[in-house]
């Protein structure tokens, strides 16, 4: 698996688990939550919510604990570069960048 095309979510800052860049663009489309400075954050509380809308997409991702705790979840057939590019065409298109 390369990291290239693979939704990475940390988790920082307490019970918050963030993204960034293209990751936070997908994680804004799938769920609303505010993208700033190309960066998402929500509470770990519904991290189980956010997880099934990308399991759904099939959606290679990483979950990053601590440096030495990480848990990869693979698909045979990763959609992450596809959904990135439809969401990234959508973001352009809507003037945000």
Known sequence: MTYLSVLILTFISG???NCFYGDALIIH???SYN???YHVGFP???LDKVLNRVRNLNINFI???ELDDIVKYEYPSNSYTFYLQ???NLF???SFL
């Open 44 to 46: 770990s509380k519904v």
């Open 63 to 65: 979950l990053v604990y």
């Open 86 to 88: 439809e969401y990234m």
């Open 15 to 17: 019970n918050f688990w």
């Open 35 to 37: 993208f700033k400075n």
């Open 92 to 94: 352009k298109n809507n």
């Open 29 to 31: 489309f799938l769920t």
